[in-house]
């Protein structure tokens, strides 16, 4: 059974430039998270999605951030415009019906 | 709200020796408590989880976890510590449902041959 999927690993950009970033959960899994990392700490919800709906985006920064699941499968996080301070690891997990949730290989992000 | 504390930036163990990797939770229902490991550039691996049962809970790579609800506890342990278990590790909480995760600080555990 294929992982989650994440591209790209890692990206550079100068701040002020869009970003965008994507994942692929796995196969059947209604559930899928945006999670943020900064460096030593442990992962922050962004974002849930059951299905293609947005159902808890509270801690999202909704004047930069923005995300997407269109068709309840794939999804899309993008930053416009990158800041300096969003440097860090983006992380995408999915969980089926069962309790687990399965992460990502994550997308690390350097704003310069 | 729910809360995770790992109170050790980083353990230290010999190879060989057990390995303990502390976790303390706090939950306003019953708790879903989770262990994940993160290796260097990788993503987070699930070990194992406690969802309720069995106070000991055994997991991945020989792993194991106690619940202790008076405590409100659920400490990572390991027999015998390889140096390939050096990595970070995370304990997580949620209450109910596909809710998120609370996630720890993490914890360094540096295994030295």
């Known amino acids: 059974e294929a992982g989650v999927v994440q591209s790209p690993r890692y990206k550079i950009i100068e701040k002020k430039q869009p970003v965008a970033f994507w994942c692929n959960p796995i196969?059947?899994?209604?559930?899928l998270y945006w999670y943020l990392q900064n460096l030593g700490q442990g992962p922050e919800l962004l974002i849930r999605?059951?299905?293609?709906?947005?159902?808890?985006d509270s801690q999202l920064p909704k004047d930069r951030f923005s995300a997407e699941r269109l068709k309840g499968v794939d999804s899309t996080l993008k930053i416009q415009p990158a800041e300096l301070g969003d440097s860090a690891v983006y992380l995408c997990?999915?969980?089926?019906?069962?309790?687990?949730?399965?992460f990502g290989p994550g997308t690390r992000l350097l704003v310069l | 709200a729910q809360s995770v504390a790992q109170p050790e930036d980083q353990v230290n163990v010999a190879e060989g020796n057990p390995l303990t990797v502390k976790c303390t939770y706090s939950?306003?229902?019953?708790?879903?408590l989770f262990w994940y490991v993160q290796y260097p550039n990788r993503g987070l691996q699930f070990l194992l989880k406690y969802i309720t049962g069995d106070n000991l809970v055994k997991g991945s790579y020989g792993f194991e976890a106690e619940f202790n609800k008076s405590q409100t506890s659920f400490h990572l342990k390991k027999p015998s510590a390889l140096v390939s278990d050096s990595a970070l590790y995370f304990c997580a909480v949620r209450d109910t449902g596909n809710t998120p995760l609370v996630f720890g600080k993490g914890t360094r555990l540096s295994v030295i041959a």
């Open positions: 939950v306003s229902g019953n708790p879903y």
């Open positions: 196969s059947g899994h209604n559930t």
């Open positions: 997990a999915s969980a089926g019906n069962g309790e687990t949730q399965y």
């Open positions: 999605y059951e299905n293609e709906e947005a159902v808890d």
